[in-house]
């Protein structure tokens, strides 16, 4: 799940998770046709999901449907608005889409929406790779999400920024450059400090996707995999933080807010060399390079995509559509998040934003590797071939009912305060005040 608008202007999702949760407006919930039993089914979405050209196809293949799409800009946003209209018992819509980071709030009422086994789920359930329909299965059994996307992540890298510090630009290059298999934060970071030395400048955009992706990669992040909350005395977590510190400390940071890089200028003027990169992620960077009046060609080219990461295998993202209890038109809004996820369409939104598909069939559709949307900007780089490569060993890390408070109210102003200068131990230490307060004795 992408986190930047349908038109490439907004800032990113996903997935993932801002820090921000400001409430945002959204589209009402499903309402009955005027005449002649027509039916308006509501969508919500959010960031860079690919799905906007499709509508018009489903209504016209379904006479009788018509689609009113409303999309979110990022996936904190998003989240804010479904909870509002949860607690107001009104408002949503007939589709929502529900991100993975806040996938276990939505558990935590997910009576609130339908069993799409009632529905035809128990009929579709093997296109999905197994352990993103676990993720969209409540714990009395219930199918309340078909899975979108997965968000396999590599590493984005501004090969005009390298070729300016003297690096290799070929992305077999940069991956063995940084270990390639065995690439580690620790080789990572150990680039971005000669990056920094020969330029003066920033390695990486922001801490807070550089926190986020750590954590992600963990075995057990937030939660234990018994769902017990696993912050605390969390020595793994607190060895992350420290070497993040340390890369603030030497100025590895490009200090930018979250979701905003300048109106895209950043991604255009150096001001940063790498970015973490889901499948996701690649709209959103092309859409922020364009905003700056940028493309693929000339003085703002320069933007790749390499088949590594550091650490390894890791899962940032991806989305579930849902169908709510508040839905007047639940059969017809759950055979619309069926045929959204099914492998044409997932390979078709790969197409257009670049998330990668968690249905099976569509990560083996010739067609995906053959997409060349976002692979033309990013200087032709075989996305497809690159996601499915770093999709292999990632496993899916339980996420609890607090894991995106957690990740956005209580680290997420400690990353930003990293990036203001704040020493690493202080950091933590008013994170950990922020947990007894938010978490623990909320």
Known sequence: MKFSQRTKVGAAVACAASFAL???????????????GDIELTVTTFGSMGMADLYAEYEAANPGITIKA????????????????????????????VEEGWLGSIMAVSDQFVDLSEYGADDIKDRWVPWKLEQG????????????????????????????????TDRAEVATLLGGDDASWESYFALGKKYQEATGKAWFDQSGFIWNSMVNQMDEGYYTADGELNVVDNAELKAAWTQLADANAAGLSGKQAQWDWNKGSSFTDGTFATFMCPGWM?????????????????ATAGWDFADVFPGGATN??????????????????ADLAAWLTEADQQVAEFKAEGPFPSVTAAQTDPALSEATGVSAFFNDAPIAEI???????????????????????VFGPSAIALDQGVAGDKAWD???????QLIVNK
């Open 22 to 36: 400001i409430a945002t407006g959204c589209s009402s919930a499903g309402t009955d046709g005027a005449s002649g």
């Open 70 to 97: 409303n999309n979110i800009d990022t996936g904190g946003n998003a989240r804010t608005d479904a909870f509002t209209k949860i607690a107001a018992g009104s408002g949503l819509s007939d589709v929502v889409a």
């Open 137 to 168: 299965t409540d714990a009395e059994g219930r199918i309340i999400g078909y899975g979108t996307d997965i968000g396999p992540e590599g590493l984005c890298y501004n090969s005009a920024a390298f070729e300016a510090a003297g690096l290799p």
């Open 282 to 298: 690649l709209g959103v960077v092309q859409g922020q390079v364009e905003t700056a009046g940028g493309d693929a060609t000339g």
């Open 316 to 333: 940032w993202g991806g989305t579930f559509l849902t169908v709510p209890t508040q839905s007047k038109h639940p059969q017809e809004a």
């Open 387 to 409: 996601l499915t490569k770093r999709a292999d060993g990632v496993k899916a890390q339980f996420k609890g009912p607090d894991d995106s408070t957690i990740q956005e109210q």
């Open 430 to 436: 008013d994170a950990m005040t922020l947990f007894d």
